[in-house]
């Protein structure tokens, strides 16, 4: 052997030496126990314990919707009632039913107050200023004799009709709150027309 290592390294040749592996066993101790387990009488498999897992929890994905200064729950505060448009356009009973669903009726209090009118019409108004809004007039009892849904009649002092209105006789026996152009006066109109009705509730104390 040596012989041949000595020839081996006169040409450069050198034999590598083996390499030693050895396997590395931790203590016993530092291993940790199994989780307890049962075996199904059975099959005589072994029955994992249940897990259980905490809770998850998720961020909010939006913040919750807050009103804008003058509003509650999305109704506009004037005086001591409130104010909203229906969604989407009807005839006039349907406008009024709408308010009704909506927890109110259609507007009356605070058609009759002429500054009251003024600063929900300007906040609440849509629309172009001849497309006007149901409010709760009408003169279905009688022609040319005008009422409030609340029963009291429509005097003088208490509406303010467009120039030459009403002028609808016997068509027009349902009214509606011009835009801001015509100073949001009153006009009659046929009941059937598309209009949103505004609508009225009670701010509760």
């Given at each position: 052997?040596?012989?041949?290592?000595?020839?081996?390294?006169?040409?450069?040749?050198?034999?590598a030496?083996?390499?030693r592996?050895?396997?590395?066993?931790?203590?016993?101790?530092?291993?940790?126990?199994?989780?307890?387990?049962?075996?199904?009488?059975?099959?005589?498999?072994?029955?994992?314990?249940?897990?259980?897992?905490?809770?998850?929890?998720?961020?909010?994905?939006t913040?919750?919707?807050?009103?804008?200064?003058?509003?509650?729950?999305?109704?506009?505060?004037?005086g001591?009632?409130?104010?909203?448009?229906?969604?989407?356009?009807?005839?006039?009973?349907a406008?009024?039913?709408?308010?009704?669903?909506?927890?109110?009726?259609?507007?009356?209090?605070?058609?009759?107050?002429?500054?009251?009118?003024?600063?929900?019409?300007?906040e609440?108004?849509?629309?172009?200023?001849?497309?006007?809004?149901?409010?709760?007039?009408?003169?279905?009892?009688?022609?040319?004799?005008?009422?409030?849904?609340?029963?009291?009649?429509?005097?003088?002092?208490?509406?303010?009709?467009?120039?030459?209105?009403?002028?609808?006789?016997?068509?027009?026996?349902?009214?509606?709150?011009?835009?801001?152009?015509?100073?949001?006066?009153?006009?009659?109109?046929?009941?059937?027309?598309?209009?949103?009705?505004?609508?009225?509730?009670?701010?509760?104390?």
């Open positions: 052997m040596f012989t041949l290592s000595l020839v081996l390294c006169l040409f450069g040749v050198t034999l030496t083996p390499i592996h050895e396997h590395y066993f931790p203590p016993l101790s530092t291993i940790p126990p199994l989780p307890p387990f049962t075996i199904d009488p059975i099959t005589y498999e072994t029955i994992d314990p249940p897990r259980t897992y905490p809770p998850r929890t998720y961020p909010p994905t913040d919750p919707p807050t009103d804008p200064p003058g509003y509650e729950d999305g109704w506009y505060l004037a001591d009632f409130a104010y909203k448009l229906t969604v989407g356009q009807h005839s006039w009973w406008g009024r039913m709408a308010c009704q669903a909506m927890g109110g009726d259609i507007a009356v209090n605070g058609v009759r107050n002429n500054a009251i009118r003024w600063q929900v019409a300007q609440l108004y849509v629309g172009p200023v001849w497309i006007g809004l149901w409010v709760g007039l009408d003169g279905l009892e009688t022609d040319m004799k005008w009422k409030w849904t609340d029963g009291q009649d429509a005097k003088d002092e208490d509406i303010v009709w467009s120039p030459s209105e009403p002028n609808g006789d016997t068509r027009e026996n349902c009214g509606e709150m011009w835009g801001e152009a015509r100073r949001f006066t009153m006009n009659d109109n046929p009941c059937c027309d598309k209009r949103y009705a505004l609508c009225e509730k009670k701010i509760e104390s």
